[in-house]
Protein backbone atom coordinates (compact mmCIF):
# COMPACT_ATOMS: atom_id res chain seq x y z
CA UNK A 1 0.00 0.00 0.00
CA UNK A 2 1.74 3.39 -0.91
CA UNK A 3 1.84 6.66 0.47
CA UNK A 4 -1.89 7.73 0.17
CA UNK A 5 -3.01 4.83 2.16
CA UNK A 6 -0.73 6.38 4.85
CA UNK A 7 -2.22 9.53 4.57
CA UNK A 8 -5.43 8.10 4.99
CA UNK A 9 -4.95 6.02 7.46
CA UNK A 10 -3.61 8.70 9.48
CA UNK A 11 -6.59 10.24 9.26
CA UNK A 12 -8.44 8.35 11.82
CA UNK A 13 -6.00 9.18 14.27
CA UNK A 14 -6.69 12.67 16.10
CA UNK A 15 -2.96 12.71 16.87
CA UNK A 16 -0.27 10.72 16.38
CA UNK A 17 -0.39 8.57 19.30
CA UNK A 18 -4.09 8.99 19.75
CA UNK A 19 -6.44 5.97 19.62
CA UNK A 20 -8.16 4.92 16.56
CA UNK A 21 -11.17 6.32 15.03
CA UNK A 22 -12.65 7.36 18.89
CA UNK A 23 -13.62 11.28 18.09
CA UNK A 24 -16.51 11.18 15.26
CA UNK A 25 -14.25 12.94 13.02
CA UNK A 26 -11.45 10.25 13.00
CA UNK A 27 -13.85 7.66 12.97
CA UNK A 28 -15.14 9.49 10.00
CA UNK A 29 -11.85 9.13 8.08
CA UNK A 30 -10.63 5.91 9.47
CA UNK A 31 -14.38 4.82 7.58
CA UNK A 32 -13.29 6.22 4.54
CA UNK A 33 -9.63 4.34 4.43
CA UNK A 34 -11.50 1.13 5.29
CA UNK A 35 -13.86 1.65 2.66
CA UNK A 36 -11.38 2.82 -0.16
CA UNK A 37 -9.34 -0.42 0.84
CA UNK A 38 -12.65 -2.07 0.56
CA UNK A 39 -13.07 -0.93 -3.00
CA UNK A 40 -9.51 -1.36 -4.38
CA UNK A 41 -10.63 -5.40 -3.43
CA UNK A 42 -8.27 -5.71 -0.61
CA UNK A 43 -8.97 -7.88 2.51
CA UNK A 44 -8.87 -7.51 6.52
CA UNK A 45 -5.31 -9.47 5.78
CA UNK A 46 -3.40 -6.68 3.53
CA UNK A 47 -5.75 -4.04 5.59
CA UNK A 48 -4.44 -5.19 9.05
CA UNK A 49 -0.97 -5.68 7.51
CA UNK A 50 -0.50 -1.85 6.50
CA UNK A 51 -2.45 -0.58 10.03
CA UNK A 52 0.79 -2.54 11.91
CA UNK A 53 3.39 -1.39 9.63
CA UNK A 54 2.01 2.05 9.51
CA UNK A 55 1.72 2.08 14.19
CA UNK A 56 4.95 0.36 14.45
CA UNK A 57 7.02 2.62 12.11
CA UNK A 58 5.70 5.08 14.61
CA UNK A 59 6.65 3.03 17.73
CA UNK A 60 3.24 2.44 19.09
CA UNK A 61 2.97 0.40 21.69
CA UNK A 62 2.04 -3.43 21.54
CA UNK A 63 -1.17 -3.24 23.27
CA UNK A 64 -2.17 0.32 21.51
CA UNK A 65 -1.63 -2.06 18.36
CA UNK A 66 -3.68 -4.65 18.71
CA UNK A 67 -6.94 -2.37 20.27
CA UNK A 68 -6.72 -0.48 17.17
CA UNK A 69 -6.53 -4.17 15.22
CA UNK A 70 -10.30 -5.06 16.93
CA UNK A 71 -11.45 -2.07 16.27
CA UNK A 72 -10.14 -0.65 12.26
CA UNK A 73 -11.76 -4.70 12.07
CA UNK A 74 -15.32 -3.91 13.33
CA UNK A 75 -14.90 -1.07 11.23
CA UNK A 76 -14.17 -2.37 8.25
CA UNK A 77 -17.17 -4.46 8.62
CA UNK A 78 -19.04 -1.56 9.04
CA UNK A 79 -17.61 -0.06 6.05
CA UNK A 80 -18.44 -3.26 4.13
CA UNK A 81 -22.13 -3.25 5.16
CA UNK A 82 -24.23 -6.40 5.01
CA UNK A 83 -27.67 -7.26 4.20
CA UNK A 84 -30.31 -8.91 6.35
CA UNK A 85 -29.66 -12.67 5.71
CA UNK A 86 -25.60 -11.76 6.01
CA UNK A 87 -25.21 -14.78 8.87
CA UNK A 88 -26.28 -17.12 6.11
CA UNK A 89 -23.47 -16.53 3.83
CA UNK A 90 -21.03 -18.69 5.45
CA UNK A 91 -23.22 -21.52 5.05
CA UNK A 92 -21.64 -22.54 1.37
CA UNK A 93 -18.39 -22.34 2.66
CA UNK A 94 -16.89 -26.03 4.42
CA UNK A 95 -14.61 -23.54 6.90
CA UNK A 96 -12.86 -20.49 6.09
CA UNK A 97 -11.44 -20.39 2.58
CA UNK A 98 -12.65 -23.19 1.40
CA UNK A 99 -14.27 -23.30 -2.06
CA UNK A 100 -17.76 -21.92 -2.37
CA UNK A 101 -20.45 -24.52 -2.38
CA UNK A 102 -17.91 -27.69 -2.89
CA UNK A 103 -18.96 -30.66 -0.17
CA UNK A 104 -22.73 -31.46 -0.87
CA UNK A 105 -23.80 -29.90 2.66
CA UNK A 106 -22.22 -26.52 1.75
CA UNK A 107 -24.20 -26.84 -1.76
CA UNK A 108 -27.33 -27.27 0.11
CA UNK A 109 -26.74 -24.20 2.28
CA UNK A 110 -25.76 -22.25 -0.31
CA UNK A 111 -29.34 -22.75 -2.36
CA UNK A 112 -30.63 -21.43 0.86
CA UNK A 113 -28.76 -18.11 0.84
CA UNK A 114 -29.60 -17.77 -2.75
CA UNK A 115 -32.95 -18.55 -2.04
CA UNK A 116 -33.09 -16.03 1.43
CA UNK A 117 -31.34 -13.77 -1.00
CA UNK A 118 -33.98 -13.95 -4.15
CA UNK A 119 -37.06 -13.72 -1.74
CA UNK A 120 -35.15 -10.72 0.36
CA UNK A 121 -35.31 -8.96 -3.04
CA UNK A 122 -31.04 -8.95 -2.65
CA UNK A 123 -29.05 -7.57 -5.68
CA UNK A 124 -26.14 -9.19 -7.21
CA UNK A 125 -24.31 -6.25 -5.75
CA UNK A 126 -25.45 -6.67 -1.74
CA UNK A 127 -24.86 -10.52 -2.30
CA UNK A 128 -21.11 -9.57 -3.48
CA UNK A 129 -20.94 -7.03 0.14
CA UNK A 130 -21.84 -9.52 2.17
CA UNK A 131 -19.07 -12.40 0.34
CA UNK A 132 -16.54 -9.22 1.02
CA UNK A 133 -17.57 -8.98 4.50
CA UNK A 134 -17.23 -12.46 5.04
CA UNK A 135 -14.07 -12.76 3.74
CA UNK A 136 -12.71 -9.46 5.61
CA UNK A 137 -13.83 -11.12 8.59
CA UNK A 138 -12.29 -14.51 8.00
CA UNK A 139 -9.01 -12.57 6.88
CA UNK A 140 -9.07 -13.69 3.57
CA UNK A 141 -6.62 -11.97 1.07
CA UNK A 142 -8.01 -9.65 -1.77
CA UNK A 143 -7.18 -12.92 -4.44
CA UNK A 144 -8.75 -14.90 -2.13
CA UNK A 145 -11.66 -12.59 -2.14
CA UNK A 146 -11.94 -12.39 -5.67
CA UNK A 147 -11.37 -16.38 -6.14
CA UNK A 148 -14.49 -16.60 -4.02
CA UNK A 149 -16.55 -13.46 -5.33
CA UNK A 150 -16.14 -15.76 -9.03
CA UNK A 151 -17.18 -18.96 -7.29
CA UNK A 152 -20.21 -17.50 -5.85
CA UNK A 153 -21.10 -14.85 -8.90
CA UNK A 154 -21.42 -18.57 -11.18
CA UNK A 155 -23.30 -19.97 -8.20
CA UNK A 156 -25.73 -17.12 -7.86
CA UNK A 157 -25.73 -13.80 -10.46
CA UNK A 158 -27.77 -15.18 -12.64
CA UNK A 159 -30.60 -16.41 -10.81
CA UNK A 160 -30.47 -13.04 -8.68
CA UNK A 161 -31.18 -10.97 -11.74
CA UNK A 162 -34.06 -12.77 -12.67
Known sequence: MAEDW????AGGFAFEAAPFAVH???RERALDYLTRARDAGLGWAEVSKHLTGYMEAREFA???????LERAETLMAEATGTSPIYEQVGGGFAFMSAPFAV???DKE???AYRSAAAKAGLSWLQV???VR???CRQGWSA???RLQLARVEKFMRKQLET
Not at 6 to 9: A, E, F, K, N, Y
Open 6 to 9: DRLV
Open 24 to 26: PKD
Open 62 to 68: EDSIEET
Open 103 to 105: HPK
Open 109 to 111: RAH
Open 128 to 130: EAD
Open 133 to 135: AYG
Open 143 to 145: DEI
